[in-house]
Antibody, heavy 118, light 107 residues
């Protein structure tokens, strides 16, 4: 079955760049929409943005100036970069797939915790 | 942004009870509404999409209803394995937003 796995550093220093990768297994990354979502105790679940396998993107306006999502179809991976991080970016980060048929997030990774601290 | 407001924030009920959680959107979203269940240490799991359609493999004791701005999720007979936090989420437009969650406990 389709599985998603997030990977990347668990600790990032303030003002630096957070970088995460989501590896898709069990299916092709084409032709789906892939999202990053984060979760904090204070703000709950926050959609960060999506990328289509073709490379088109859409970001949450609250983060758009600091976020880049990219895709590598040859590796069946997509990635997230958040620049100029602060403690407010400390969160559990999930990658998720948007279903063709339902339009909802039907497959999620297990999540990876990222802490912003010096 | 469309705001999603769930109520109650927490709910304590007995095994066998019928439980209903509500979700209100700050503007009309048609039926572009999903419900998720999240257990501690796990990712959210899709239960309901398009407001009332049951995701494959999800028990039929879960049901959803509503359209426009008012939605609900019902568990017909609460069981211990249903203890979790439940979230609604709209996907009518971008940015996608989630409700703040409803924590369900056994009385």
């Amino acid at each position: 079955q389709v599985q998603l796995q997030e990977s990347g550093p668990g600790l990032v220093k303030p003002s630096e760049t957070l970088s995460l990768t989501c590896t898709v297994s069990g299916d092709s990354i084409r032709p789906y929409y892939w999202s990053w979502i984060r979760q904090t105790p204070g703000k709950g679940l926050e959609w960060i943005g999506y990328i289509f396998y073709s490379g088109s993107t859409n970001y949450n306006p609250s983060l758009t100036s600091r976020v880049t999502i990219s895709v590598d179809t040859s590796k069946n991976q997509f990635s997230l970069k958040v620049t100029s991080v602060t403690a407010a970016d400390t969160a559990l980060y999930y990658c998720a797939r948007k279903s063709h048929s339902s339009g909802a997030f039907d497959i999620w990774g297990q999540g990876t915790m990222v802490t912003v601290s010096s | 942004d469309i705001q999603m407001t769930q109520s109650p924030s927490s709910l304590s009920a007995s095994v066998g009870d019928r439980v209903t959680i509500t979700c209100r959107a700050s503007q009309g979203i048609g039926n572009y509404l999903a419900w998720f269940q999240q257990k501690p240490g796990k990712a959210p799991k899709l239960l309901i999409y398009a407001a009332s359609s049951l995701q494959g493999g999800v028990p039929s004791k879960f049901s959803g209803s509503g359209s426009g701005t008012d939605f609900s999720l019902t568990i017909s007979s609460l069981q211990p394995e249903d203890i979790a936090t439940y979230y609604c989420q709209h996907y009518n437009s971008y940015p996608i937003t989630f409700g703040q969650g409803t924590r369900l406990e056994i009385k």
